[in-house]
């Protein structure tokens, strides 16, 4: 039993899912039992290949989120919000329940265009790009944790 610590990392671009808006860029540390993800913007791009990332913040909106054990519910808390948004802690907790064998901690680096609650800022689209965001993030989450399962002996 090696006591070396087992840490890898992964990287994945989604492009414009409308026209105008920001591509995604999402970044996993992936630890024992934890995943580390950064989720930044990028210019909008039609190819991975091109994406420039606008921000790179840790910390702009940062929550962890355990996984249910027995009886006790996903339970997060909030590590860093740089404004009244909080978009990092229930998307944490959606994730938890969707790995439940992992600690979640993610942070979010998004622009105040989509995470604006009101103002000119706000983009129309807001709501449907997180959800589209989110919906992929699951995705490459799970075909990345799949990807790690060794090969069942035939």
């Known amino acids: ?16 899912p409308l026209p105008s808006s920001p ?10 039992d934890t995943l580390m993800i950064w989720v930044g ?18 910390a702009s909106d940062w929550a962890v989120a355990m996984p249910s054990r027995g009886n006790i519910p996903v339970t ?3 590590i860093y919000r ?13 994730l938890a329940r969707k790995f439940p064998n992992n600690q979640i901690q993610l942070s979010l680096s998004l622009p105040s265009s989509l995470t604006s609650q009101s103002g000119p800022n706000l983009d129309p689209y807001a709501s ?8 992929k993030l699951g995705t490459w989450l799970s075909e990345v944790i799949e990807s790690e399962k060794p090969a069942a002996v035939a």
């Open 128 to 135: 449907k790009l997180l959800l589209i965001m989110e919906k």
């Open 76 to 78: 997060a808390t909030p």
């Open 82 to 94: 740089a404004s009244a948004s909080d978009y990092a802690l229930p998307m944490s907790q959606r």
């Open 1 to 16: 039993m090696s006591l070396e610590p087992i840490i890898q990392t992964y990287h994945q671009t989604l492009c414009s």
């Open 23 to 32: 591509s995604f860029v999402f970044h996993l540390t992936r630890l024992v």
């Open 41 to 58: 913007t990028g210019s909008p791009s039609d190819s991975s290949e091109s994406v420039i990332v606008s921000e790179k913040k840790i």
